[in-house]
Every structure is written in structure tokens, then in C-alpha cells.
T-cell receptor, first 116, second 112 residues
Framework: NAGVMQNPRHLVRRRGQEARLRCSPMKGHSHVYWYRQLPEEGLKFMVY????????ESGMPKERFSAEFPKEGPSILRIQQVVRGDSAAYFC??????????????FGSGTRLTVV | DAKTTQPTSMDCAEGRAANLPCNHSTISGNEYVYWYRQIHSQGPQYIIHGLKNNETNEMASLIITEDRKSSTLILPHATLRDTAVYYCIVRTPTDSWGKLQFGAGTQVVVTP
């Protein structure tokens, strides 16, 4: 049973380009959560999605960032017109539909975005 | 929101027990204590969680004081692979699922 899969592992983008980060949840999981870790900083929650729905986007920057989790395929975190401050590690986690009140989330290995 | 306080860093000798403290003096009665760790450049790894009672699994033990204002994560026999940043997190029930508030954590270095 594969864990949470993220790709690419490393992504280099020039300023102004778009970055697309993909997260495939564990088999049978329909909830996905994205986190960002800036250099030398802690992990910060960004967004929580269920299939075709955004549940909580309270941690998402107001501009240039968007996320989706379509009915088919992986969840996508999209960053438009990247700037150097977007350079960070982006992690996602997933959970099953029928979730217990408290659950130990499994995280992927992350995507390291470098903006040059 | 309940907050946690952890030492910035600690060293532990290989083969010895590592005892990682965490203070959460403002914790509410229905808030759980979670522990995660992050080995360098990897994604966070869930370790254990608990509410009131002490908990044990194959990775660690969690000891929560009776007043719930602090807890200790115990790694019974630390190995070099346990070198990581350890995060103590109090999960607020009103937060949406998956919304964990990571702090700075404790950098644990296990030495030979």
C-alpha cells in the first residue's frame, strides 16, 4: 500500500513562472491537506480539500495560490507567477473518508520548490 | 488556542531512553496531544497521540500528567535514526481535520 505520493520531489522555476505540485493520497483516502515549510521555519497549514471541494483554505496566501482535488487524479497546488519567497518545501497529507475524531496523518515526502 | 512549549534542543546517547518534555498549560479538556517528528528533508511522521491516559505504541510512549498541563514523549532505546525535530502539538477540536499547528519543536540529536 503506497503512502502519500508527491511529485516532483524537486522543482525549479524562474520568477514569474507557474509551479504545479501534485499529491496523490493514500489508497481510499479522499481528504488532502497541504502544508508549507519555509527555510528555517516550521510547518504551516495551507488548505484542506475533499474531492471536488475546498473545506478550509485559511492558510492559503490570498493571491497567486490555488488548490484543487478533482474527482479523478491527484490534488494540485498551483502557484502562479512565482517569486523567490515561494521557495519552500510543500508537504501534503491525507486521511480516509470515514475518519475517527483523532487521527495520525501520513505525510508525503514533499516537493522542494526553488525559485531562481 | 492551546500552545505548547518545548526545549529548543537536546542530546541523547544511543541506546538510552530519550525523554522529551512538552508544556501545554492552557490545554482544554477535549484537546488531544499529538507528537510528530521530522527527519531532515523528509515529511513529518506521526508518532503517537493521547488525551488523558498514558499511551504506548511500537515507536514511543506518551506520559500525560494528571492535570494535563504537560506531557513527556519517551523513546525507549534511542538510535541514530531517531535524530530529528520532534513536535508536540495540541489539536483544537474546532480546527478542521488535518489542521495541525506545528511549533518550532525540539531538535533531538542522538550521539554514538
Amino acid at each position: 500500500n503506497a503512502g502519500v505520493m508527491q511529485n516532483p520531489r524537486h522543482l525549479v522555476r524562474r520568477r514569474g513562472q507557474e509551479a504545479r505540485l501534485r499529491c496523490s493520497p493514500m489508497k481510499g483516502h479522499s481528504h488532502v491537506y497541504w502544508y508549507r515549510q519555509l527555510p528555517e521555519e516550521g510547518l504551516k497549514f495551507m488548505v484542506y480539500l475533499q474531492k471536488e471541494n475546498i473545506i478550509d483554505e485559511s492558510g492559503m496566501p490570498k493571491e497567486r495560490f490555488s488548490a484543487e482535488f478533482p474527482k479523478e487524479g491527484p490534488s494540485i497546488l498551483r502557484i502562479q507567477q512565482v517569486v523567490r519567497g515561494d521557495s519552500a518545501a510543500y508537504f501534503c497529507a491525507s486521511s480516509p473518508t470515514a475518519i475517527k475524531a483523532n487521527y495520525g496523518y501520513t505525510f508525503g515526502s514533499g516537493t522542494r520548490l526553488t525559485v531562481v | 488556542d492551546a500552545k505548547t512549549t518545548q526545549p529548543t534542543s537536546m542530546d541523547c546517547a544511543e541506546g538510552r531512553a530519550a525523554n522529551l518534555p512538552c508544556n501545554h498549560s492552557t490545554i482544554s479538556g477535549n484537546e488531544y496531544v499529538y507528537w510528530y517528528r521530522q527527519i531532515h528533508s523528509q515529511g513529518p511522521q506521526y508518532i503517537i497521540h493521547g488525551l488523558k491516559n498514558n499511551e504506548t505504541n511500537e515507536m514511543a510512549s506518551l506520559i500525560i500528567t494528571e492535570d494535563r498541563k504537560s506531557s513527556t514523549l519517551i523513546l525507549p532505546h534511542a538510535t541514530l535514526r531517531d535524530t530529528a525535530v520532534y513536535y508536540c502539538i495540541v489539536r483544537t477540536p474546532t480546527d478542521s481535520w488535518g489542521k495541525l499547528q506545528f511549533g518550532a519543536g525540539t531538535q533531538v540529536v542522538v550521539t554514538p
